[in-house]
């Protein structure tokens, strides 16, 4: 069963501080990685998409990293400012080659506070 | 949220009564989703369209029914038959169907639905 798994469930951190939210994944076949921005009470925003062959991609202060094979990605945020807090979604897409279509699993978020 | 609109915002409704979900899109997109999110789980795929008049079951499409009559709307209904229809509500679109690696898929706002 193809299943995607976020550490930490939530996480606490003060203005201007780096941190690093985890995702580990057994989908497969592995088709990309994606990670997104919820606000509370709105919709995902995407953040970054990754391929098989990427080991890192960012997004200004926003840097993920993938390694195909332990099957993990990494989220880092630099400098957190306080429009940074939200729930950040690992979601990681398998193409079903008998379908002849991708199926998307999404991991069930960290949740992210930054204060003052 | 890019060029997709949800309405409304919030929505209570009493149980035993059915309930629509309006999505509409303006990006031109083929491809459109209803998902559910539910406190600390990841997002849950109901059902999905390809093209007008064509919509396929997610992985949770019992108590649920969409309809495709045109190309910009996706409109979800919960039904009484939904056994637990209190949620958050999100629709998404895509250029194509199955997302890519260089497609993702662009998010609503969402609609939080409480039955009472």
């Known amino acids: 069963k193809n299943q995607v798994e976020q550490s930490p469930q939530s996480l606490i951190i003060l203005e201007g501080k780096n941190c690093t939210l985890q995702c580990n994944y057994t989908v497969s076949p592995f088709s990309n990685l994606r990670w997104y921005k919820q606000d509370t009470g709105r919709g995902p925003v995407s953040l970054t998409i990754?391929?098989?062959?990427?080991n890192t991609k960012s997004n200004g202060r926003y840097t993920a990293t993938l390694d195909a094979d332990t099957k993990q990605s990494s989220l880092h945020i630099t400098a957190s400012q306080l429009s940074d807090s939200a729930s950040y979604i690992c979601v990681v897409s398998a193409y079903r080659s008998g379908a002849g279509s991708y199926q998307l699993t999404f991991g069930k978020g960290t949740k992210l506070s930054v204060i003052p | 949220d890019g060029g997709i609109t949800q309405s409304p915002k919030y929505l209570f409704r009493k149980e035993g009564q059915n309930v629509t979900l309006s999505c509409e899109q303006n990006l031109n997109h083929d491809a459109m989703y209803w998902y559910r999110q539910d406190p600390g789980q990841g997002l849950r795929l109901i059902y999905y369209?390809?093209?007008?008049?064509?919509?396929q079951k997610g992985d949770i499409a019992e108590g649920y029914s969409v309809s495709r009559e045109k190309k910009e709307s996706f409109p979800l209904t919960v039904t009484s038959a939904q056994k637990n229809p209190t949620a958050f509500y999100l629709c998404a679109s895509s250029p194509l169907l199955e997302p890519t690696s260089t497609d993702t898929q662009y998010f609503g706002p969402g609609t939080r639905l409480t039955v009472l």
């Open positions: 990754m391929t098989f062959s990427e």
């Open positions: 369209s390809q093209i007008v008049n064509d919509f």
